[in-house]
Antibody
Framework: QLQLQESGPGLVKPSETLSLTCTVS??????????WGWIRQPPGKGLEWIGN???????NYNPSLKSRVTISVDTSKNQLSLKLTSVTAADTAVYYC????????????WGQGTLVTVSS | QSALTQPASVSGSPGQSITISCTGT?????????VAWYQQHPGKAPKLMIY???NRPSGVSNRISGSKSGNTASLTISGLQVEDEADYYC??????????FGGGTKVTVV
């Protein structure tokens, strides 16, 4: 059974870079036909799509975050990563990783999420 | 890209049916059938309930159904149960090869 687990610092200072990792177990991140993505949810608010990466390495990002976001994959570690630069308090959120079947809107499974707070 | 429009809240009594709407544009909901719905209980990760407008993943109750007309997708929960009380989000692919969520709907079973 495929499982995803997010990890990273729970506290990041303003203007610094947020870096998170999503470890995939029970399956390979190299399998063709899947997108691996990040979604976030500020406390008490709705979901926001951040971006995704295809098995070919092709990426798509939310236009509102595109200048600050990088999503990559480390196949040797079976991990997905997220880097968000120049963070502010508005980037405080629970960050989720998820897998989506290519050619569908089926995103499943999701990780349990990790809370990142931006504060000095 | 603008968030899809959902009602902030919908309520119903046990056994009743409710419908949640998700309104977008011809550049997202109206342009293809890549619309999904997620259920989220407090403190939990979202759970996929419907994908590609009307498909139910294995294990999801057949009380859950989805549909679409023009730029509006809908999620219907029939035979409402207490366990259905949660937040629901729609999610659509866009013509810019990105994805957008709705603002979320809180379902209350009264």
């Amino acid at each position: 059974q495929l499982q995803l687990q997010e990890s990273g610092p729970g506290l990041v200072k303003p203007s610094e870079t947020l870096s998170l990792t999503c470890t995939v177990s029970g399956g390979s991140i190299r399998i063709k036909g899947y997108y691996w993505g990040w979604i976030r949810q500020p406390p008490g608010k709705g979901l926001e799509w951040i971006g995704n990466i295809y098995h070919t390495g092709s990426t798509n990002y939310n236009p509102s975050l595109k200048s600050r976001v990088t999503i990559s994959v480390d196949t040797s570690k079976n991990q997905l990563s997220l880097k968000l630069t120049s963070v502010t308090a508005a980037d405080t959120a629970v960050y989720y990783c998820a897998r989506r079947n290519g050619g569908t809107s089926q995103s499943d499974p999701w990780g349990q999420g990790t809370l990142v707070t931006v504060s000095s | 890209q603008s968030a899809l429009t959902q009602p902030a809240s919908v309520s119903g009594s046990p056994g009743q049916s409710i419908t949640i709407s998700c309104t977008g544009t011809s550049s997202d909901v109206g342009s293809h059938n890549y619309v999904a719905w997620y259920q989220q209980h407090p403190g939990k990760a979202p759970k996929l309930m419907i994908y590609d407008v009307s498909n139910r993943p294995s294990g999801v109750s057949n009380r859950i159904s989805g549909s679409k007309s023009g730029n509006t997708a809908s999620l219907t929960i029939s035979g409402l149960q207490v366990e259905d009380e949660a937040d629901y989000y729609c999610n659509s692919y866009t013509s810019s090869s990105t994805w957008v969520f709705g603002g979320g709907t809180k379902v209350t079973v009264v």
